[in-house]
């Protein structure tokens, strides 16, 4: 079992940054994948940007060259630095971690979610 604690969210007008941490209860150097979603009211859940264990990392269009996502190993956690924020951005952000069980199984945890909130 791996508990995520999400922090960071908050106000911000448009234009401004956001760091958001997600602190897992154990090492994350092994997670097969880390990612941020985010949910918009009356919207699915949505992918932001994903980290594997390799190093790759992927972004959605709509945060591509606003958003970097990180980790530090050392610190079990995982960021996400949102730059120039826009209405739009406005979500619940949730942290993931996907875990390698077996050759063929995985296990996904979720934190509890951060809300973000931007203003024109």
């Known amino acids: 079992q791996v508990q995520l604690v999400e922090s960071g969210g908050g106000s911000v007008q448009a234009g401004g940054s956001l760091l958001l941490s997600c602190v897992a209860s154990?090492?994350?150097?092994?997670?097969?994948?880390l990612a941020w979603y985010r949910q918009a009211p009356g919207k699915e859940r949505e992918l932001v940007s994903r980290?594997?264990?390799?190093?790759?990392?992927l972004y959605s269009d709509s945060v591509k060259g606003r958003f970097t996502i990180s980790q530090d190993n050392a610190a079990n956690t995982l960021y996400l630095q949102m730059n120039s924020l826009k209405t739009e951005d406005t979500a619940v952000y949730y942290c993931?971690?996907?875990?390698?069980?077996?050759?063929?199984?995985?296990?996904?945890?979720w934190g509890q979610g951060t809300q973000v909130t931007v203003s024109s």
């Open positions: 993931t971690v996907i875990v390698k069980i077996s050759t063929s199984s995985y296990r996904q945890y």
């Open positions: 154990k090492n994350i150097v092994s997670a097969y994948r």
């Open positions: 980290i594997d264990s390799d190093g790759t990392t």
